[in-house]
């Protein structure tokens, strides 16, 4: 997807969600404090990639990764603030000890086989959890997720390719 499709993206959900906006359900609540850290999780550790990877086609995924989930980062937060949700600013320990493990690894294939091997198991993880927001989330969220959920997908093409 390139920078007009995401533009076009951003702008349809930006319509779509105000449009759309309710009050998050607790299964809302949940899914979005687990996406809200992955996503989170994965523009540092894709950061991280743009400095330590030695393969060019990680670091250009890791430069996607990190201009993707800005966007849709930035998105979930406005929604979440929208439907009264707080939005984490900092991660949580669990990924916070992540991110050391991902940083204990010396620049070079070492850290690029371990970042790709993160990613692929996050955005696994990551395509349930919006697949299944997209079917059962409430209003507020629903659109988003479907949306997102396509991104992850093409995410996960991307790391399979590598």
Same mark, same amino acid.
Request: aromatic fraction near 6%; proline fraction near 5%.
């Given at each position: !997807? ?12 930006l ?22 850290q992955?996503?989170? @999780?994965?523009?540092?550790?894709? &950061? ?11 670091? *250009?995924?890791?430069? !996607? ?31 916070? /000890?992540?991110?050391? &493990? ?12 371990? @970042?790709?091997? *993160? !990613?692929?198991? #996050? +955005? ?22 479907? /949306?997102?959920?396509? #991104?992850?997908?093409? +995410? #996960? ?6």
């Open positions: !997807m390139n920078r007009t499709h995401l533009l076009t993206l951003a702008a349809t959900l319509t779509t969600s105000t449009l759309l906006a309710a009050p998050a359900s607790d299964n809302d609540k949940a899914w979005q404090a687990k996406v809200s992955g996503g989170m @999780y994965e523009v540092e550790a894709s &950061k991280l990639a743009t400095q330590k990877a030695t393969a060019q086609d990680v670091k *250009d995924l890791a430069v !996607m990764e990190v201009h993707d989930h800005e966007l849709v980062g930035a998105e979930l937060k406005r929604l979440s603030l929208a439907a009264g949700l707080p939005f984490p600013s900092t991660l949580n320990p669990e990924f916070q /000890q992540r991110l050391a &493990k991902l940083k204990s690894n010396p620049a070079g294939p070492a850290f690029d086989a371990a @970042y790709l091997e *993160d !990613m692929k198991q #996050i +955005h696994d993880k990551d395509e349930k959890l919006f697949a299944q927001e997209s079917n059962d989330g409430s209003p507020a969220f629903k659109p988003f997720a479907a /949306q997102t959920d396509r #991104i992850v997908k093409r +995410h #996960i093409g991307a790391l399979h390719a590598v």
